[in-house]
């Protein structure tokens, strides 16, 4: 079956960066994309990027742009997104998802809570 | 960017209540419109895609339609486990997703 698990919870300082880790099984990790969505304590959900698992490609937010990085390892079947010079507003669970065919996600990660705290 | 509104953004309902939450896209996105559901603490679930296709598992009272700018979710028959946030999502311009801003049903 298919299984995203993610990394555990941070608590980071403002400034610093934050790498967050998606380990993806029961699939072929190079036949889909993986989204990053966020959601900040009780606000809806924020699409961040999206990266192909075949090439690489990526996609990001314009928001975000020139502070967020995805990447991934498929030695290891593993995305990764990295978000840096953090900001309180920042403080949020992170989702990673795979992509479907028509652009829906219907595997998700179970989240991982970023806490942005001095 | 297309943006996305749902109406209403709170309701409360009655178990055995017919519910219907509607979405709105800025500009059309033909039927690339997608439906979660969202528990507290958990990840989003699909519930359904392609504007009307419901998602394998998910129960039949959930339907959804429309294309091009406007959607409907309808829940025929409120059930205990159906109190959750519910949003649409764009996948028209996929990668670039987008999602509305949420409609919570509690109980009345």
């Known amino acids: 079956q298919v299984q995203l698990v993610q990394s555990g919870a941070e608590v980071k300082k403002p400034g610093a960066s934050v790498k967050v880790s998606c380990k993806a099984s029961g699939y072929t990790f190079t036949s889909y994309g993986i989204s990053w969505v966020r959601q900040a304590p009780g606000q809806g959900l924020e699409w961040m990027g999206w990266i192909s698992a075949y090439n690489g490609n990526t996609n990001y937010a314009q928001k975000l742009q020139g502070r967020v990085t995805m990447t991934t390892d498929t030695s290891t079947s593993t995305a990764y997104m990295e978000l840096r010079s953090l900001r309180s507003d920042d403080t949020a669970v992170y989702y990673c998802a795979r992509d479907g065919s028509l652009g829906m996600s219907v595997y998700w990660g179970q989240g991982t809570l970023v806490t942005v705290s001095s | 960017d297309i943006q996305m509104t749902q109406s209403p953004s709170s309701l409360s309902a009655s178990v055995g209540d017919r519910v219907t939450i509607t979405c709105r896209a800025s500009?059309?996105?033909?039927?690339?419109l997608n439906w979660y559901q969202q528990k507290p603490g958990k990840a989003p679930k699909l519930l359904i895609y392609?504007?009307?296709s419901l998602q394998s598992g998910v129960p039949s009272r959930f339907s959804g339609s429309g294309s091009g700018t406007d959607f409907t979710l309808t829940i025929s028959s409120l059930q205990p486990e159906d109190f959750a946030t519910y949003y649409c999502q764009q996948s028209y311009s996929t990668p670039q997703v987008t999602f509305g801003p949420g409609t919570k049903v509690d109980i009345k």
């Open positions: 392609a504007a009307s």
């Open positions: 500009q059309s996105i033909s039927s690339y």
